[in-house]
């Protein structure tokens, strides 16, 4: 399914929406949550807000909306036919953004302010930016060419692909074929037109970006390809995502330099005579394969790397020596334990979960401390440390709303010490032992201090919108904290604020250094307080300086041919920096001494700048006059009917098979309506088998889906299914049904969640029974109603393909009445996950008992009905169906039963088999992953007549496919073996192919 | 340290493009920064030595290259912003590369060989350049290491930039009244019960658009007074707030001789003092105060009478809060303030007394440090801003 693409986020859509309507459907009523929702309509513009306390940013959002808009229609040509959504919230602790045009133009924009992570992201105030970077998404997927528009037409709207109708990818490609690119394609686009927009503040004249290939040449490194990138870059680089940033913004901009913007542009336009894929439209601009312009781009920047390195090392460069032998990945802020003469730091490297550890300066042993939940992409989590009771405070759900934690390293307990305090940047002082961080909150930043035992924290200073305060550090005295600090034009600086008269309320900045355009990062005190060490691009590249307080003098400490970041001071000659390498960052021993001389590197985006002049037009002017009373005059509730709108119609095909076990083929039309939050949403399906085969009152079907929040309706008349076409499993029924559901949630914290749904349903002339197909029903009129309370708490490292650790536990309650009897059920599923030393690799544990109580236990609605491995041979649900409850591979569908049930397996998941370069840009395969399981079951074990055991091995491997960019597709292949009392032994083959 | 003006401004002067006026300050400047001496000495001295060199044919291809990058400078007539490299003149780019080489090999730098070797070196770094990306450094790019740098020894990367962006390019609404929730005492005040309460009194939200409220909050006396320990401790005093519910004490503060005998300096000391009756009729102030008229017809005023029996004004007379607020300068200052006076007969404020919650939030100490801050009196003389804080504090979630 296609991503919202996020600035620097790994969000999907679908999850982003699920988070949306959990938070805001989770702890209290829906309605009364989303009664807070405001909505501003402008010609152009539909702004909805989740809160009145955002209502402050309408000005700012429409305005830089209104101009980035201007700007795209103008450079484009292009206006678009509909307003764009525009969603604002303030779910995550750092500010981000998203845009996708199915199957509205639709944005979306965490409120936060940006994250400061090794500058890798620069840009100044944040609605602006953020609105350059999205509607460049918007205009380059959205504007159509004269087949778009036809099928537009055809399907009364753009269509968005569901797995419930796959044939939906088809429609979906042919009404916007360019949304159906690479990650690296969208995000290079948009970022290159966002840094100029700005005025150049972004990563086409990014030291972070620079620092990345520069290291690659260097280190003669492989550069990833077209296909690579999508395969292995994104997947298991300890940058993952952010690769797609990378790359696509240096490809674009290597592009522009090289043919000029206009030619450039053309790739991206989607104008008469233009090619619906992206691939095919490169050769039909620039008139060679991607592939081909790809690998002369590599050539180019080795050249221009190798450029840059021999302007380092004009001068000596500082010899690091690394205290370990591994790579890191990402790291926080780090902190020298005297105590244990050790380093105290979180990580995260593809393999195994983020966690805080202690490595030895003097051997380089790592001992790894405390698992991390919720890590954040480049910085992990915050990190503070109290050496006089060696206690380490951290943060976990660093994306979201963060938590604030105290891990004691003397016992290894950890203690939650505030949820949701929305703190980060933490810093110790050491003379009163309070805490200082920065929260973020509403879009503000604000200086906060959380006096000992931290069950509190209170307002030092809010600083005003658009400025941030972060990397902070207080002197080993108390006397004093210095921060980084930058504003609105993106400009940094390094600040010092006496601490007795922010006490006092004055939170007045002494700038020690104006840093300008290139970000002081993580400076700390040194132990006397007589100097400051820090990193800074200054140069271009991430070098350590040392700040002398009296003097007031920086000094360069390191002439750093990849980048020095997050300096720790240690008594004597020497410090601890980490070193950007191509795998993460290594912590390494450099003296501290002042290098001869630190030359500047070259900027690409600069070559373009000149070269390219044209690009100086692209900023965006000044603010253009807004009516703030206007607007708020203009802005009303939510409401989700007056928005509910038809979003398309299109043809469907499915698949019938009645009880006789004939099938017939249907067709008919599926219509989509949806409100633009895309939380109330109806879909409505018809179709007609024409099969003469079929008895007559079988060949109308009619299916009927309503969502709202956490409410669900549904009704079906002979219910078909696309993937009946294919089997084994099948869901179509005859009959009618209408069922209600509501699902709330009682728990959502990160990777944490429990829920529970009540769900009531009613069904008329049955032939089976509609849980479990082939058994026949007893009665042709059922009335069942469930509750279920379901938890889970999964966790997976980063370049995962599942999840790796973790426990769930469903328990559920059913009952049926059908045929004048009740027939009342319980269940109870259990599961525990370890992610094992080989990385990636896991081992899962899971039981499961259930039993009907009362009634006739031979009644088939008394019954739970198990066997096979549950995949249809084209299938649209999880991949791994031999892990359901009532799967049992080996065995036939349904082939056993039991009123009383107990079940448990155990399964071991491989490592992936990442594929580097196998396929082309339009499909190619991405992993292969195997799983080996064993089961066992025992049903009636109460009955010493009818008990029976059986048990279950086997094993299945799955091949992850993408094509057209988006379409994540799994080939598995399975076999199974199954044994048990009264049956003969049988085996099961299993060939699947999930198409999304 | 110099800035990059006063390093142009010394290059220029070695160019003879200063006016006289512009001669003059850097005559200044070198007399008052030795860094500036040092500059100036440094480019007089190539200047000598340029003097010195003959012409000399320089290697194939240099000259092109020069004139390629002099005529990319050329056109940067539209570029705005900061830039490094701006207009650099011949001999500033020629000072440039020669303190780079001048830097490492210090003593060599007297000789022509050298001087020819550091030019034909900088031709071939740029040929390298030219045949390795094709492009010679951008008029963006940094300039080479040495005293233009703020940080010594390393030299500045240069980096495009257009228009910057300032505070005119943020249009906000209102954000002072967001910025209130930032505080974790608001925080805690508005999601407390007490606050929930008395936001749905009729009387208070009367309060808020009463313009000798309004008045009120904006006096420097009002905000003063809600910081005072005296105050704050009366606040909670369980005599002064049933006092505050008790109609003649209501009546006796629309009374206007009360009202009037509030202002004076003397009956406030002579409250301060308590109800030591002996103690006071031995005070000269006492005793002239018995001759005042508006005192006299306070003693016949049947609120004032009714006030002597009540036991929460006698208990009053003995607190020392009490006591120590009626010397309190900005107690007795809003004593005289009209709007307070004027308050004290309103309806919706004489109905809030009686309000158990409003009560028990005048004894909040985060309601009085919100009434006392700048934004929050800002906030009252704006209804529209006032009403919005108090509608999204309602919608706080618990």
């Known amino acids: ?205 990014g030291p972070y970006d620079e620092m990345v290939f520069r290291t690659i040449v260097r280190d003669s490194a492989r550069m990833y390809d077209v296909v690579g990138l999508e395969s292995e870059g994104t997947t298991i680089d300890f940058q993952v995502g952010s690769n797609s940033y990378l790359y696509g913004t240096r490809f674009v901009s290597y592009l522009a330099l090289q043919y000029g913007n206009d030619r450039m542009l053309s790739w991206f336009d989607r104008g008469k005579g233009s090619k619906a894929y992206f691939a095919a439209q490169f050769r039909h601009v620039f008139g060679t394969s991607l592939e081909e312009e790809w690998s002369r781009w590599i050539e180019w920047e080795k050249a221009w790397q190798t450029g840059n390195l021999a302007a380092i090392r004009q001068h000596p460069v500082t010899r690091a020596r690394p205290l370990t032998d591994r790579v890191l990945g990402s790291v926080s802020h780090a902190w020298h334990d005297s105590a244990t003469a050790s380093i105290l730091v979180a990580v995260r490297y593809p393999g195994q979960e983020a966690h805080i550890a202690s490595i030895d300066v003097a051997s380089g042993r790592f001992t790894r401390i405390q698992d991390i939940p919720g890590a954040s992409g480049l910085s992990v989590t915050s990190l503070a440390f109290d050496p006089s009771s060696r206690t380490l405070f951290y943060t976990t759900n660093n994306s979201d709303w963060r938590h604030l934690l105290a891990l004691d390293l003397a016992t290894g307990d950890t203690r939650v010490l505030l949820r949701n305090a929305r703190i980060g940047d933490l810093a110790f002082n050491r003379a009163d032992r309070a805490l200082w961080g920065v929260r973020h909150d509403n879009g503000f930043s604000t200086l906060v201090r959380l006096p000992y035992p931290y069950t509190e924290w209170n307002q030092v200073h809010t600083l005003p919108y658009g400025s941030d305060l972060f990397d902070l550090d207080v002197a080993h005295d108390g006397s004093a904290i210095i921060a980084s600090m930058s504003g609105i034009s993106g400009d940094q600086r390094l600040v010092r604020m006496e601490m007795a008269s922010l006490l006092q309320g004055d939170a007045t900045p002494d700038v020690l250094y104006e840093f300008g355009d290139w970000s002081p990062s993580n400076f700390v005190f040194s132990d006397d307080g007589r100097f400051l060490y820090g990193s800074s691009y200054y140069s271009g590249v991430s070098n350590i300086f040392r700040y002398d307080v009296e003097r007031r003098r920086m000094q360069p400490l390191s002439n750093a041919e990849t980048g020095f970041f997050k300096p720790v001071p240690l008594p004597g000659d020497s410090l601890v920096a980490f070193e950007y390498s191509r795998l993460g960052f290594v912590p390494s021993m450099i003296p501290e001494t002042v290098p001869d001389s630190v030359s500047a590197v070259r900027f690409l985006g600069n070559e373009i700048a000149e070269r390219r002049p044209e690009v100086q037009e692209w900023m965006v002017g000044p603010m253009p006059a807004v009516d703030r009373d206007a607007l708020a005059a203009a802005t009303t509730g939510y409401s989700a009917l007056r928005n509910f709108k038809l979003d398309n119609v299109y043809p469907v095909v499915e698949g019938y098979q009645d009880s006789a076990g004939t099938l017939g083929v249907a067709g008919g039309l599926r219509a989509g309506f949806s409100d633009r939050l895309g939380a109330t949403a109806l879909d409505l399906t018809a179709s007609y088998s024409p099969a003469p085969s079929l008895a007559t009152d079988e060949r109308v079907h009619l299916r009927a889906d309503f969502r709202s929040w956490n409410w669900r309706l549904s009704g079906t008349f002979n219910q078909a299914d696309f993937y009946d076409l294919f089997g084994p499993t099948r869901t179509s029924r005859r009959g009618y049904s209408l069922s209600g559901q509501y699902r709330g949630n009682l728990i959502i914290d990160g990777p944490t969640e429990l829920s529970y749904t009540l769900r009531a349903a009613a069904y008329g002339n049955l032939a089976t029974v509609p849980e479990f197909q082939d058994v026949a029903a007893s009665s042709d009129k059922l009335a069942t109603f469930t509750g279920e309370l379901d938890y889970q708490s999964l966790r997976r490292s980063l370049g995962a393909t599942d999840d790796e650790l973790g426990s769930t536990w469903n328990l559920a309650f059913r009952g049926n009445y059908a045929g004048s009897r009740f027939q009342p059920r319980v269940s109870l599923d259990l599961s525990r996950g370890f992610l094992l030393p080989l990385d990636h690799s896991s081992i899962w544990f899971r039981a499961s008992g259930g039993t009907s109580i009362g009634g006739d236990r031979e009644d088939p609605f008394a019954r739970t009905y198990f066997g096979g491995f549950g995949n249809n041979w084209v299938d649209y649900r999880d991949i791994k169906q031999f892990r359901g409850t009532e799967s049992f591979p080996g065995l036939e569908i349904n082939q056993v039963s039991g009123a009383r049930y107990g079940k448990a397996q155990v399964e071991w998941v491989s490592p992936p088999l990442r594929f580097r370069k196998v396929g082309i840009p339009s499909a190619y395969f991405r992993w292969a992953r195997l799983s080996v399981f064993g089961s066992g079951l025992v049903t009636d074990f109460d009955n010493d007549v009818t008990r029976r055991s059986y048990v279950s091995v086997g094993v299945q491997a799955d091949i992850r496919m993408i094509t057209l960019s988006h379409l994540a597709s799994t080939l598995s292949f399975g076999f199974a073996v199954a044994d048990g009392q009264g049956i003969p032994r049988s085996s099961e083959l299993l060939i699947s192919l999930k198409l999304m | 340290m110099l800035t990059p003006h006063q390093r142009e401004l010394i290059h220029r002067e070695m160019d003879g493009e200063t006016t006289p006026e512009e001669s003059v300050q850097v005559g200044e400047l070198v007399a008052a920064q030795p860094e500036a001496l040092a500059l100036m000495t440094s480019l007089r001295e190539l200047d000598a030595i340029f003097r010195k060199v003959p012409d000399h044919a320089p290697p194939p291809g240099l000259r092109p290259l020069i004139h390629q990058a002099m005529s990319s400078t050329a056109t940067r007539s539209r570029r705005t912003g900061r830039t490094h490299g701006n207009t650099p003149a011949f001999s500033r780019w020629i000072v440039q590369q020669w303190n780079s080489v001048r830097n490492l090999t210090e003593e060599l730098m007297q000789t022509k060989t050298v001087l020819i070797g550091a030019a034909a070196a900088i031709a071939v770094v740029a040929i390298i350049g030219h045949f390795t990306v094709g492009y010679p450094p951008s008029v963006f790019d940094a300039g080479t290491i040495g005293a233009s740098d703020s940080i010594v020894g390393v030299q500045q990367a240069g980096r495009y930039r257009g228009r910057t962006m300032t505070d005119a390019d943020v249009s906000l609404s209102n954000p002072e009244v967001q910025a209130l929730f930032q505080d974790d005492k608001v925080l805690k005040l508005v999601q407390s019960d007490v606050f929930r309460t008395i936001m749905r009194d009729e009387s208070f939200r009367a309060l808020q658009t009463n313009a000798a409220y309004q008045a009120l909050q904006k006096d420097a006396d009002y905000a003063a007074l809600q910081k005072d320990a005296a105050y704050a401790a009366l606040q909670k005093d369980a005599a002064y707030m049933a006092l505050q519910k008790d109609a003649a004490w209501q009546a006796l503060q629309s009374n206007a001789e009360y009202q009037q005998l509030s202002r004076d300096e003397t009956f406030r000391m002579l409250q301060a003092k308590g109800v030591d009756r002996q103690a006071l009729e031995k005070d000269a102030a006492y005793t002239a105060l018995q001759k005042d008229a508006a005192y006299m017809a306070l003693q016949k005023n049947a609120a004032w009478q009714a006030l002597q029996k009540n036991a929460a004004w006698q208990a009053l007379q003995k607190n020392a809060a009490y006591q120590a607020l009626q010397s309190n300068a900005a107690y007795m200052a809003l004593q005289k303030n009209a709007a307070w006076q004027a308050l004290q007969s309103n309806a919706a404020y004489m109905a809030l007394q009686k309000n158990a919650a409003y009560q028990a939030l005048q004894s909040d100490n985060a309601f009085r440090m919100l009434q006392a801050t700048e934004t929050f009196r800002m906030l009252a003389r704006d209804q529209a801003a006032s009403e919005a804080f108090l509608t999204q504090a309602m919608r706080m979630e618990l």
Request: no cysteine; proline share 8%; aromatic share 12%.
């Open chain 1, 1 to 205: 399914m296609p991503q919202a693409h996020f600035r620097n986020s790994a969000l999907t859509r679908g999850r982003a929406l699920a988070l949306f309507v959990a938070a805001f459907s989770g702890l209290t009523a829906p309605g009364r949550l989303s009664a807070q929702f405001q909505e501003l309509s402008t010609p152009t513009m539909h702004l909805i807000y989740t809160s009145p306390l955002q209502s402050y940013l309408v000005p700012q959002v429409t305005a830089s909306f209104e101009r980035a808009r201007q700007f795209h229609q103008q450079l484009f040509d292009y206006v678009p036919g509909d307003r764009t959504n525009v969603l604002m919230h303030d779910l995550w602790h750092y500010g981000n953004a998203g845009a996708r045009p199915i199957t509205e133009n639709h944005v979306t924009i965490g409120i936060g302010p940006y994250g400061h992570d090794y500058e890798s992201a620069p840009a100044p105030e944040r609605m602006v930016s953020s609105m350059n970077h999205e509607l460049a998404h918007i205009f380059t997927s959205d504007k159509p060419a004269a087949s778009d528009r036809a099928f537009r037409s055809i399907f009364l709207g753009k269509v968005a692909p569901t797995p419930e109708v796959p044939l939906s990818v088809l429609y979906s490609y042919l009404t916007v074929p360019r949304w159906y690119a690479p990650r690296w394609y969208l995000e290079g686009i948009a970022t290159y037109l966002e840094t100029w927009m700005n005025g150049g503040m972004g990563r086409v004249i």
